[in-house]
């Protein structure tokens, strides 16, 4: 069998270097052809003269056997992860405003990274108006407390006067009625003074949250309102209450819902992380063609907002179930298979085992069948190593 199979080559290595074509095209595709069925047939050479070596103990030479890395297939959960990009938010953003109207401002008070508590005092406008406001206001009640205080002193005689029977009643009830009319003058007049205060007071402008600065577009001079469509403003961030947005593609929406379990990863900080989706817009975007996504983010992580993350949605999980290493997985004519170690007799034998596969997450697949608990699987050295093949093992 050896000496058909050596003049067999020899015929076909003639026959490779006489051939020619017309062209060089086709020289090169004949040459091509040729050598993939030279290997085709040093690789059934190599099978047979193994093959020979078992069955003719006569012949004296024993097959070499390669050696190879093991691994015990077992049982596990298999989970699929929907990879995707999102970001931190914070849950609260503020704009800094004022209580009152927009007004010009004379003093900012904080800068960008400042932690700042609620009720911190931000930036001053402009209270002149007001001030004088309070001033004028306050000059005229005193003018009519002084009246009062002399329409109380003329009551207070004409009464005396009454008691002792001199003067009329009239005279008594218009003494009376002058202090009651200065009194509620009086009032209104004080309510005016508090309500210009007030407004004198809206000057001062107040942080209504807890956070840090994260922005300040505002300058001394210009006229503030906070509202960053109408000029500049001073942005609050709370890291108190932090979530993690992603946009899930339309495609996939489906598959997840609130309470799916995510994996997140922060690559700046190497921090990892699980959570669970919270919130599941109930629109698709118009032009991200995708739904919105949010998961809380736990207390202590540490993080700060717009910092990239790494988001991993469950969106597939099988039980009890058998994975394999990707670069074990090979494909031939008859479809996808991969190699386990046999023992046969006193020897450990390659064998090939058919196998259909399933979902593939990172470096593993899973197989759906072909193969069951126990198997042993060829992770390292299977290149070259072909079914019937001698190995030695070393187990991974």
Not at 129 to 143: F, K, L
Not at 229 to 250: C, D, F, Q, R, W
Not at 312 to 317: A, M, R
Request: charged share 20%.
């Amino acid at each position: 069998m050896k000496s058909s199979i050596k003049a067999l080559l020899t015929i076909i290595l003639i026959t490779m270097a006489t051939a020619c074509g017309n062209g060089k095209k086709e020289r090169d595709a004949a040459l091509t052809d040729k050598k993939v069925e030279l290997e085709k047939l040093k690789t059934k050479m190599t099978s047979l003269e193994a093959e020979i070596a078992k069955l003719d103990t006569s012949a004296g030479v024993k097959q070499k056997a390669k050696l190879v890395a093991i691994t015990a297939i077992t049982k596990g959960d298999f989970k699929h992860y929907l990879d995707l990009q999102g970001s931190v938010n914070s849950k609260n953003i503020s704009y800094i405003t004022p209580a009152g109207q927009p007004g010009q401002i004379k003093a900012i008070y904080v800068k960008e990274g400042d932690n700042i508590r609620k009720g911190q005092i931000i930036l001053k406008l402009d209270n002149s108006v007001g001030t004088e406001n309070v001033v004028a206001i306050r000059t005229q009640m005193a003018s009519v407390k002084a009246q009062l205080d002399l329409a109380k002193s003329v009551y207070s005689r004409q009464k005396n006067l009454w008691d002792q029977g001199i003067g009329t009643e009239v005279q008594l009830l218009q003494a009376r009625t002058n202090v009651e009319a200065l009194q509620g003058q009086l009032r209104s007049i004080q309510a005016n003074v508090n309500a210009a205060q007030t407004q004198a007071n809206q000057a001062n402008v107040y942080s209504n949250v807890s956070g840090t600065v994260d922005e300040v577009t505002a300058h001394v001079g210009e006229t503030f309102s906070g509202n960053p469509a109408a000029g500049g403003y001073i942005k609050i961030v709370s890291n108190s209450a932090l979530k993690i947005s992603v946009t899930v593609p339309e495609s996939n929406a489906s598959k997840i819902h609130t309470g799916t379990p995510v994996v997140v990863e922060i690559p700046d900080l190497n921090k990892t992380f699980n959570t669970t989706i919270s919130f599941i817009s109930q629109s698709v975007g118009a032009t991200t063609r995708g739904v919105t996504a949010e998961a809380k983010v736990p207390a202590g992580m540490d993080l700060r907002p717009n910092q990239i993350a790494v988001i991993k949605l469950l969106d597939y999980t099988a039980p009890n179930s058998l994975a394999i290493p990707l670069n074990t997985l090979q494909t031939d004519e008859n479809g996808k298979y991969v190699l386990v170690a046999v023992k046969e007799g006193n020897e450990m034998i390659a064998r090939k085992r058919t196998i259909s596969v399933g979902q593939l997450y990172g470096d593993k697949i899973e197989v759906k069948q072909g193969l069951k608990e126990g198997d042993q699987l060829i992770t390292d050295g299977y290149q070259g190593v072909f079914d019937g093949e001698l190995i030695e093992t070393s187990s991974q």
